[in-house]
């Protein structure tokens, strides 16, 4: 298993070294496993000069998958866009052809409290949205400002979806749902876009391939008010980027932890980019306080969906659930009861759980 590892910036390379150490421990089990750094981001700026620099891109084209830490610090903040660490990371999407995002909202029991929602509304909780990555609005032409007739200042997108484009990204809603309780909802705004009904369209005719999985189509808006209505309804979302992005943010803080979610993106092979949904935390960067759960389980995602080996991504993940049985917690999810580790003692934890 080649895995390139981008540790980026921030809490980036905190977090990144707890996941090494517990693909490591594994190693001690037969998992073969040959990891490459490169700098990637705001370190990617200040090695070359480039958020996303050749040797990086090259070592990420290379490798089977790529593992990331997390981008960005106010540093950086003033550079001009294309030097700016977010950049590094939407051109590697597209580079690599990452289509697929999968994003799981997945609430463990020890962790209810963290919810703002009520606990009978979130417990059990366990979603998979499947957010479309390199098409629609963020990427459609044409795009700009102008000033219109009257003399006034516009802005305007274009959302587009092409066929191939929905087929191939409703396919991984298909096969999501039929590796877990065989739902998927198919998420638009069919009653006003030209785009939504195309979509709608094309999932309904793919729906007929799958017989077993139990389709259904619901509007954006009402999709957001049933997330915190009755989440516990879903258990596969797909949907266009967009509506993804801010339907998978609202998910994840169902389970009222940012530093435990993770989060895979994915190209019609497999390849696959890996990393925490939450961004580099520059207000705890180097204090040994960051958790690195969420970095940790996007490392056993890997193991799933590029590698296919479910036993590997098991273990860590019951490391996982073992340590919070055990009460241990970083700083971010503690509560009165619980013993607090910092970033390193959290990663020994789950080495000392597998
Ligand atoms: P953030 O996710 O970095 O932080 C939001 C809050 O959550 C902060 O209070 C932070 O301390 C906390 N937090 C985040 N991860 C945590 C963890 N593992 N453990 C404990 N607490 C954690 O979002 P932000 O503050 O809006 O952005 C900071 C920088 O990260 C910006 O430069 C932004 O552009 C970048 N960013 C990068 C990514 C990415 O790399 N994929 C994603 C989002 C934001």
Same mark, same amino acid.
């Given at each position: 298993?080649?895995?390139?590892?981008?540790?980026?910036?921030?809490?980036?390379?905190?977090?990144?070294?707890?996941?090494?150490?517990?693909?490591?421990? &594994?190693? %001690?089990?037969?998992?073969?496993?040959?990891?490459?750094?490169?700098?990637?981001?705001?370190?990617?700026?200040?090695?070359?000069?480039?958020?996303?620099?050749?040797?990086?891109?090259? *070592?990420?084209?290379?490798?089977?998958?790529?593992?990331?830490?997390?981008?960005?610090?106010?540093?950086?903040?003033?550079?001009?866009?294309?030097?700016?660490?977010?950049?590094?990371?939407?051109?590697?999407?597209?580079?690599?052809?990452?289509?697929?995002?999968?994003?799981?909202?997945?609430?463990?029991?020890? &962790?209810?409290?963290?919810?703002?929602?009520?606990?009978?509304?979130?417990?059990?909780?366990?979603?998979?949205?499947?957010?479309?990555?390199?098409?629609?609005?963020?990427?459609?032409?044409?795009?700009?400002?102008?000033?219109?007739?009257?003399?006034?200042?516009?802005?305007?997108?274009?959302?587009?979806?092409?066929?191939?484009?929905?087929? +191939?990204?409703?396919?991984?809603?298909?096969?999501?749902?039929? %590796?877990?309780?065989?739902? &998927?909802?198919?998420?638009?705004?069919?009653?006003?876009?030209?785009?939504?009904?195309?979509?709608?369209?094309?999932?309904?005719?793919?729906?007929?391939?799958?017989?077993?999985?139990?389709?259904?189509?619901?509007?954006?808006?009402?999709?957001?008010?049933? *997330?915190?209505?009755?989440?516990?309804?879903?258990?596969?979302?797909?949907?266009?980027?967009?509506?993804?992005?801010?339907?998978?943010?609202?998910?994840?803080?169902?389970?009222?932890?940012?530093?435990?979610?993770?989060?895979?993106?994915?190209?019609?092979?497999?390849?696959?980019?890996?990393?925490?949904?939450?961004?580099?935390?520059?207000?705890?960067?180097?204090?040994?306080?960051?958790?690195?759960?969420?970095?940790?389980?996007?490392?056993?995602?890997?193991?799933?969906?590029?590698?296919?080996?479910?036993?590997?991504?098991?273990?860590?993940?019951?490391?996982?659930? +073992?340590?919070?049985?055990?009460?241990?917690?970083?700083?971010?999810?503690?509560?009165?009861?619980?013993? %607090?580790?910092?970033?390193?003692?959290?990663?020994?934890?789950?080495?000392?759980?597998?």
């Amino acid at each position: 298993m080649k895995i390139a590892v981008l540790a980026g910036d921030g809490i980036g390379p905190e977090i990144m070294a707890q996941a090494l150490k517990v693909l490591r421990a &594994l190693g %001690k089990d037969g998992l073969k496993l040959e990891l490459e750094e490169a700098p990637f981001g705001g370190a990617g700026y200040d090695a070359h000069g480039d958020p996303l620099p050749d040797v990086t891109l090259k *070592l990420a084209r290379e490798a089977e998958a790529v593992m990331c830490g997390s981008v960005g610090g106010p540093k950086y903040d003033a550079l001009p866009r294309p030097q700016r660490p977010e950049q590094g990371l939407l051109r590697i999407r597209k580079a690599l052809g990452l289509f697929a995002n999968l994003r799981p909202a997945l609430l463990y029991p020890e &962790l209810v409290g963290a919810s703002t929602l009520k606990p009978e509304v979130v417990s059990g909780l366990d979603i998979m949205i499947v957010r479309e990555l390199t098409g629609d609005i963020y990427f459609g032409e044409p795009r700009g400002r102008r000033t219109n007739a009257a003399g006034e200042r516009e802005g305007y997108d274009t959302m587009h979806y092409a066929e191939s484009e929905i087929v +191939r990204i409703v396919e991984v809603g298909f096969q999501t749902a039929l %590796k877990r309780n065989k739902k &998927l909802c198919s998420v638009d705004k069919e009653n006003v876009l030209e785009t939504s009904r195309l979509w709608r369209e094309v999932v309904t005719g793919l729906g007929k391939k799958y017989p077993q999985v139990e389709l259904s189509h619901m509007y954006v808006d009402n999709a957001a008010m049933q *997330l915190v209505r009755n989440p516990k309804q879903f258990d596969v979302m797909v949907t266009g980027n967009m509506f993804g992005d801010i339907l998978s943010d609202a998910a994840s803080m169902l389970t009222g932890s940012i530093g435990m979610l993770p989060s895979a993106s994915l190209d019609a092979t497999g390849k696959g980019l890996y990393e925490p949904i939450h961004g580099s935390a520059p207000d705890i960067a180097g204090k040994n306080i960051a958790n690195p759960l969420a970095t940790i389980l996007s490392s056993a995602m890997m193991m799933r969906y590029t590698f296919n080996q479910d036993k590997w991504a098991q273990r860590i993940e019951a490391a996982v659930k +073992r340590v919070l049985a055990q009460g241990y917690r970083t700083a971010d999810i503690y509560e009165a009861g619980t013993q %607090k580790l910092g970033t390193q003692e959290m990663g020994d934890a789950v080495v000392a759980a597998l």
